[in-house]
């Protein structure tokens, strides 16, 4: 059996759909183990016996409210992706050391996993848990594309990766694609695999007021993420208007892990429920009939996995090109998340609820996601990538703890 190292920053979005894969790797009496800043958030997320390594790293602070487009891009790498993959490094290769995997699965942010497994000759794949990249973001922004090719080469150099390589973001001999062309609906090179969302069992579910819930009327679920508590007050406060004023009809969860809507507004209403967090997959198990979120890849992807259509207000990063994916699939409806009016967005709410076109896309692309194998289709994958590197002896590498730091 093989060894496999996880790579990930410290974010619940890319940590959630390797769990799935870990546990299927596991069940097939493989061994895993991860590489992570917060040990501590990849046991709560996969378990308090997952094998964790600690390196340095944090979580993104906050950015800028109104950076967008270029500039928001800039700031994320230049004061996140390029510092933690610096920070990581070290840990990363003290994980490889005393680990001695067979394959490291590296996050397409965690730039560290694949230059580490690449500098000590290391078979590795990449997590891609955002079909954003697929599609070029950066088409016809040349300025740009050349400013992240010299970042990356000063990043190579530094954490001492062969000068010429692979983009980090792309392993040459297998990507897994946590979607389907059914939704990012983009050409991609061959050793892309798209496996779909890898949905797997959450922590317990027992505290959300599930009695609350009114089966009469229709519910919908409101989520702005883990990451955008800093930003998302009056947008919220305009979903909870807009849903109140549906209330014959529609009841609503809305997740304000920030408190921006203040203390006072979590006292009991039948109408809608304002909570820190939720259990999403089990909510979206029981019954919504519609989303209501910033377009991030895993509330998107997961709110399809169950055939539920949405409204998307994307933010930044790659939340933009999701939403485009969304909408051009005929799975739902955009609103502008800085300028969104009460009007628009109750039109964009009654549209996903009224139009049955939103559900029939919806499930047309849950049908698709199913299909492609998810955790079980990407544990094939990584199982097949590793076979040959035992065959070839690279099951262990050559002293990595003697590389110096």
Request: hydrophobic share 50%; aromatic share 6%.
């Amino acid at each position: 059996m093989s060894r496999f190292l996880f790579v990930v920053p410290p974010l619940v979005g890319h940590i959630n759909p390797t769990v799935g894969v870990a546990a299927e790797l596991v069940a097939r009496g493989h061994r895993v183990a991860w590489a992570c800043p917060d040990p501590a958030l990849v046991a709560r997320l996969a378990g308090a016996d997952a094998e964790v390594f600690g390196c340095a790293g944090a979580a993104p602070g906050e950015r800028p409210a109104e950076l967008r487009g270029p500039e928001a891009l800039r700031f994320l790498w230049e004061w996140y992706l390029l510092p933690l993959a610096e920070a990581m490094a070290p840990g990363v290769r003290a994980a490889v050391g005393a680990f001695r995997p067979d394959v490291v699965v590296a996050d397409q942010q965690a730039f560290a996993g694949a230059l580490t497994a690449e500098r000590l000759g290391l078979p590795w794949a990449t997590s891609a848990t955002t079909s954003a990249e697929f599609t070029d973001p950066l088409a016809g922004l040349p300025k740009v594309r050349e400013w992240l090719a010299e970042r990356l080469a000063g990043l190579r150099s530094a954490l001492g990766a062969p000068a010429a390589g692979p983009d980090p973001r792309f392993s040459p001999r297998l990507v897994l694609a946590f979607s389907t062309p059914e939704l990012a609906g983009t050409a991609v090179p061959d050793t892309v695999r798209w496996v779909g969302p890898s949905v797997a069992g959450r922590p317990d579910a027992s505290g959300f007021p599930w009695g609350w819930l009114d089966p009469g009327r229709a519910t919908v679920l409101v989520t702005l993420g883990t990451a955008n508590t800093d930003v998302g007050g009056r947008f919220l406060d305009i979903c909870r208007s807009v849903l109140r004023e549906r209330a014959d009809r529609v009841q609503s969860v809305l997740v304000d892990p920030g408190g921006v809507l203040g203390a006072a507004e979590r006292e009991h209403d039948k109408d809608v429920l304002i909570v820190p967090s939720v259990p999403q997959l089990a909510l979206l198990e029981r019954g919504v009939d519609a989303v209501l979120c910033h377009a991030g890849h895993n509330t998107v992807c997961e709110a399809l996995w169950h055939g539920v259509p949405l409204v998307v207000a994307p933010i930044r990063d790659d939340q933009p090109v999701v939403a485009g994916q969304v909408v051009d699939a005929g799975a739902g409806v955009r609103v502008r998340f800085g300028r969104v009016t009460a009007r628009a967005l109750g039109a964009a709410v009654d549209s996903v609820l009224d139009d049955p076109a939103y559900r029939t896309a919806a499930a047309r692309i849950r049908t698709a996601f199913r299909a492609a194998g998810g955790a079980s289709a990407a544990a094939t994958h990584l199982a097949d990538l590793a076979e040959p590197a035992d065959l070839a002896g690279l099951a262990e590498p050559a002293h990595p703890e003697k590389e110096s730091e």
